[in-house]
């Protein structure tokens, strides 16, 4: 019995291990979505997504949040905004007169260049459509080595040319976002976790069945659609 015993000990212990050895525990990081070479619509900004690594220090809070970044155009400095669209996503948007184009630079923290981005004169207020959700799958797969946790959007249609991803809204709050893998696909994961090893941005959850959720399409200037019609999660 003590023999069975030591022998079950021994396995868990190897299995930790194993577990632990194939992945390493990683970080969060930010990512710059706007393509510098882009003219970015007068009602648009420089988009920063989250993303994750394996470096040795960590991001306190989310990362696409940075209080010290700041446009500036031929040296002088501009009135900056910056909007958290989801956990792990943001705008970031300079206060410029819109009867012309403009050049600017995105300066973040230390002086260091972000980029250099052209604005257009024209204005759009939205982008696309509504993006057209028939239902939403909440699925859980446990095991004993991590949670998987997703919520599935099915589609009527495929994403709009120029989307880049879709947020998933509870109410106003926005509970989180996905990059657009398939431009084709009519079925997308809205949320997914991230297992043992990953991290998510503070604030980034799912769904449970019966939660009633809307949809956004965002482009690559941090520009939204008009929101889709309620769904209940099943």
């Not at 868990?12 to 619509?41: N, R, S, W, Y």
């Not at 509970?175 to 604030?203: F, K, N």
Request: proline share 6%; net charge neutral.
């Amino acid at each position: 019995m003590r023999g069975a015993w030591a022998a079950a000990v021994l396995a868990t212990a190897l299995f930790a291990g194993d577990a632990g050895a194939k992945c390493a525990m990683q970080v969060l990081d930010d990512e710059v979505i706007t393509h510098k070479a882009d003219e970015i619509p007068a009602s648009g900004g420089v988009l920063v997504g989250w993303t994750s690594n394996h470096a040795s220090e960590d991001v306190d809070g989310d990362p696409v949040v940075h209080p010290g970044w700041r446009f500036t155009e031929r040296k002088k400095k501009v009135r900056t905004t910056m909007t958290l669209l989801a956990p792990g996503l943001a705008v970031y948007a300079p206060k410029l007169p819109r009867n012309k184009a403009h050049t600017v630079r995105l300066v973040g923290d230390g002086g260091k260049t972000i980029g250099t981005y052209k604005f257009a004169k024209q204005v759009r207020k939205s982008f696309g459509t509504a993006p057209l959700v028939k239902a939403v799958r909440h699925a859980e797969d446990k095991s004993m080595r991590w949670d998987e946790i997703s919520d599935t959007a099915d589609l009527d249609a495929a994403p709009p040319a120029g989307a880049y991803g879709l947020i998933m809204y509870k109410g106003d709050v926005a509970l989180s976002w996905r990059a657009i893998e398939d431009p084709a696909a009519t079925s997308m994961i809205a949320y997914q976790s991230e297992g043992h090893c990953g991290v998510l941005p503070p604030g980034m959850q799912g769904t449970t069945p019966g939660d009633v959720v809307t949809f956004a399409w965002v482009d690559r200037f941090g520009q939204l659609s008009p929101r889709s019609t309620e769904v209940k999660v099943q």
